[in-house]
């Protein structure tokens, strides 16, 4: 793995560790890219749990940060991350909101968007609002998933979810976004310069077990926060079972995490 950037501010040191989590990895080149300054204002959409949350406001010591987020558990535990840091609470704002939301229009120097997880109904509304939120010259950096949060531990949680009982409908889950439509929504909303770039971040995992988890880290899928801690694990222990036969082991599993990331500035 990469070791941390000289280039990246002060305290990004931090990174280092949280980037061994595959659902946060992609983060490490969207900050490397965006090379966030002191006192610049942060639009971060979606908080999710807090762990990347928690670590933008370990960088950004002396700008402001606001994160959206639509799940009201997430948001809380959000929150909660960032109440435990000292002096965080001041300059961090999180809104209860959808992702197109448009909090500040014109008000933010960089916009940070890191969807673990197929979580845009609507997309082109999604770019629209990327440019809103920016100042003229402001930046942004967009990950989302190619092909869902990834093929094999999106399956075996589909055909989990699928096996009906307590669990919530696998047709909860969003489609993953198709990466030639969603560049063309990007260059439709009218951005002054556009990069982009796929990547695939192959992630080993020790064990099935452990794999599993990774879908219950950052949480988002669905109806499966609103699970009883008893349902949750039950669910976990079916989705290992069901990744060790495909993989015909369950021990030292290498799976492929595609991801799509858009930089640019209006």
Request: net charge negative; hydrophobic share 40%.
């Amino acid at each position: 793995m990469e070791t941390p950037s000289k280039d990246l501010p002060e305290g990004a040191g931090n990174l280092y560790s949280w980037m061994r989590k595959p659902f946060l990895r992609p983060a490490w080149d969207l900050l490397e890219k965006l090379g966030l300054q002191k006192g610049e204002r942060l639009l971060f959409v979606p908080a999710r749990n807090g762990d990347l949350l928690k670590i933008l406001a370990s960088i950004l010591e002396e700008g402001r940060i606001t994160a959206l987020e639509f799940h009201p558990a997430l948001a809380g535990r959000a929150l909660g991350q960032v109440e435990e840091m000292e002096g965080a609470a001041s300059r961090v704002e999180i809104l209860e909101a959808p992702p197109h939301l448009v909090p500040s229009p014109g008000g933010q120097d960089v916009l940070l968007c890191h969807f673990h997880m197929p979580a845009l109904s609507h997309p082109a509304s999604f770019a629209k609002a990327v440019r809103r939120n920016l100042r003229p010259g402001g930046r942004f950096a967009v990950q989302v998933p190619v092909e869902g949060f990834c093929g094999p531990l999106e399956e075996a949680l589909v055909e989990t979810l699928a096996a009906g009982g307590d669990l919530p409908d696998p047709e909860e889950i969003l489609v993953p976004l198709d990466a030639g439509e969603f560049l063309q929504d990007f260059r439709e909303a009218g951005f002054r310069v556009l990069e982009k770039l796929e990547k695939v971040y192959l992630e080993r995992f020790p064990t099935a077990m452990e794999a599993a988890d990774t879908l219950f880290e950052a949480g988002g899928w669905g109806g499966l926060e609103d699970l009883t801690p008893q349902a949750r694990e039950e669910a976990a222990r079916e989705i290992r079972l069901r990744l060790a036969r495909r993989f015909q082991k369950d021990q030292d599993l290498e799976i492929p995490f595609r991801r799509l990331l858009l930089f640019g500035k209006r």
